[in-house]
Nanobody, 117 residues
Framework: QEQLVESGGDLVQPGGSLKLSCSVS????????MGWYRRAPGKERELVAL???????TYADFVKGRFTITSDNAKNTVVLQMNSLKPEDTAVYYC???????????WGQGTTVTVSS
């Protein structure tokens, strides 16, 4: 069964850090580009970071220099390290797998990040 399971969301103070993990199962990990998206309250879902199978990365301007996306092919896991968090980073964060072959997208259920003092 295809499954993306996010974890690591929490309540954190401004300036703090969190590490989100996405555990992937049921798909051939090596043929999917992976990404993290987020949806803040009252806003549209937006791209946060992408990592290709060639380990090239892309970041949204609003997280450059603060967030890092990494992929562990041996563990079928994608991690988003988030530093210097701001209240505007508060959102539900979703893991996404994008097939290089079919173009199909698979989504996780999301994990909630709240940045507040």
């Amino acid at each position: 069964q295809e499954q993306l399971v996010e974890s690591g969301g929490d309540l954190v103070q401004p300036g703090g850090s969190l590490k989100l993990s996405c555990s992937v199962s049921g798909i051939i990990f090596s043929v999917y580009n992976m990404g993290w998206y987020r949806r803040a309250p009252g806003k549209e879902r937006e791209l946060v970071a992408l990592i290709t199978r060639g380990f090239n990365t892309t970041y949204a301007d609003f997280v450059k220099g603060r967030f890092t996306i990494t992929s562990d092919n041996a563990k079928n896991t994608v991690v988003l390290q988030m530093n210097s968090l701001k209240p505007e980073d508060t959102a539900v964060y979703y893991c996404n797998a994008h097939s290089l072959i079919s173009g199909r997208r698979i989504w996780g259920q999301g994990t909630t990040v709240t940045v507040s003092s």
